[in-house]
């Protein structure tokens, strides 16, 4: 089944040190988006990527990058994560800006 | 103000039950999402709708242009529909805006 798929389900790092969260497709759509979505809360979009044209969210911390390498696969690199950025983070994919998206089954980061 | 409201909260009900979300935004969305997410996990969209009504299974969503409003219908609800149901709207941005959420909880 096509689908969009992201590891680890849960990743635990510690205090500043750099995490990598990992997104792939199968629906090869044009669009890879990131959300953070903290607890209660809606979720945040913090970037995405139409092809390889990236864009970020003005209020996205310098903190998150991400990289996508191929149509298929989109990373989001927290280079120095803090206890604030705990969270679900949510990769989603649409076929074009502005049409359905899917969403994946989100990685649930725990900063120690 | 790009805005979506959705009403209630929090729900319950008796496993059964007919069940009704409502949303409802600001002019000029070019179409509507709901989607379901269940206790930690992810998101899954139920419906993607600019018009009109959609029909999946139990579950049915209208939209109302005119009126600013949609509504998520659950029919013969059961306990595993327990979920925060999400009403999220794009307008003329690569956007979308999300309503805050409504938990269901259906009892046995």
């Known amino acids: 089944d096509a689908m969009v798929i992201q590891n680890p389900r849960y990743q635990v790092t510690q205090f500043g040190k750099p995490v990598t969260l990992s997104c792939s497709q199968t629906l090869n759509h044009n669009v890879m988006y990131w959300y953070q979505q903290k607890s209660s809360q809606a979720p945040k979009l913090l970037f995405h990527?139409?092809?390889?044209?990236?864009?970020n969210e003005a209020d996205t911390p310098d903190n998150f990058q991400s990289r996508r390498p191929n149509t298929s696969f989109c990373f989001l690199d927290i280079r120095s994560p803090g206890l604030g950025d705990a969270a679900m983070y949510l990769c989603a994919t649409s076929t074009y800006r502005g049409y359905e998206q899917y969403f994946g089954p989100g990685t649930r980061l725990t900063v120690t | 103000k790009n805005e979506v409201e959705q009403s209630p909260q929090n729900l319950t009900a008796q496993e059964g039950e007919f069940i009704t979300i409502n949303c409802s935004y600001s002019?000029?969305?070019?179409?509507l999402h709901w989607l379901q997410q269940h206790p930690g996990g992810g998101i899954v969209s139920l419906f993607m709708?600019?018009?009109g009504k959609k029909k999946h299974g139990r579950l049915i969503a209208t939209i109302n242009i005119q009126e600013k409003h949609s509504s998520l219908h659950i029919t013969a609800s059961h306990p595993r529909d327990s979920a925060v149901y999400i009403c999220?709207?794009?307008?003329?941005?690569?956007?979308?805006?999300f309503g805050t959420g409504t938990r269901l909880q259906v009892f046995p």
């Open positions: 999220a709207a794009h307008y003329n941005t690569d956007k979308l805006i």
């Open positions: 709708l600019s018009s």
């Open positions: 990527y139409y092809d390889k044209d990236f864009n």
């Open positions: 002019v000029g969305i070019s179409a």
